[in-house]
């Protein structure tokens, strides 16, 4: 298990928890940002990881406040132990509206259903202790409703899927020797590039330091965020690839 400061200045501060994942599972990053003594946890993940990723984040708040669980989708290594949270402390979950009926299926105590909160299309701002939490919209990244969040304190955007990488962990240095270890995920993850280019045209607008996804390692520096942006805007991946997959297998011999 490691734990990375993304950003640490005047009362805020970003952390990483990465490697909390053991077997088989897939490996997950999960994100805290605390600001003035109050935080929000990102795709805080499954039941495996559950114990050990709130007993960190009750380490890293040092007696403060829990305030939002923020799910940027519906699949299970960022939901699954969703109830835990809710349980043990009083913060708000927030979901794309898309998928808020259904998140309940994975074991939600009707107890705790009035604090999961829909995120509509357009995304959202939340007050994290008189700091901004940006929910922006990311449909189709590679869930229908998906959201990321941008912190314009550290200037960092946390990507989710978008960005994922497969054995890589901690900071990227050579962004052009990285892309191996994203192509192959993006290609079958992502729904296609007309998502890409609507994301990467907003995300232009943004002031960003750090790309911080859900999956593998982390991109520093506008020029690597700006490498990365432009590699999304131009890649087939997804719808743009689906003839190729739709064939009648063959025949049994």
């Not at 994942?21 to 559950?50: C, F, M, R, W």
């Not at 990507?159 to 990285?178: K, N």
């Amino acid at each position: 298990m490691t734990t990375t400061i993304l950003f640490d200045a005047n009362g805020h501060k970003n952390v990483l928890l990465e490697g909390f994942e053991e077997g088989t599972s897939i490996p997950t990053n999960q994100h805290v940002v605390i600001h003035n003594g109050h935080a929000a946890v990102l795709d805080p993940g499954g039941h495996k990881i559950y114990s050990k990723v709130l007993a960190e984040t009750t380490s890293q708040l040092k007696g403060g406040h829990l305030d939002y669980i923020l799910l940027s989708h519906q699949d299970p290594d960022i939901v699954a132990a969703v109830n835990g949270w809710l349980m043990t402390t009083d913060a708000t979950a927030y979901a794309p509206s898309l998928w808020v009926r259904f998140i309940p299926h994975f074991g939600l105590d009707r107890l705790v259903q009035s604090r999961l909160k829909p995120v509509s299309d357009e995304g959202m701002r939340l007050d994290l202790a008189g700091s901004e939490l940006w929910l922006l919209p990311a449909h189709f990244l590679h869930s229908p409703g998906n959201f990321q969040v941008y912190d314009p304190v550290s200037k960092i955007l946390y990507t989710g899927d978008l960005g994922a990488s497969v054995g890589v962990e901690g900071e990227v240095h050579d962004f052009r020797a990285h892309l191996p270890a994203m192509e192959g995920f993006h290609k079958r993850y992502m729904a296609g590039n007309a998502a890409l280019r609507a994301w990467a045209n907003m995300a232009r607008n943004l002031d960003i330091e750090t790309i911080a996804p859900q999956h593998g390692g982390f991109l520093r520096g506008k020029d690597k965020v700006a490498q990365f942006i432009d590699w999304c805007r131009e890649l087939r991946c997804g719808n743009d690839l689906v003839a190729e997959s739709y064939l009648i297998p063959p025949a049994r011999t």
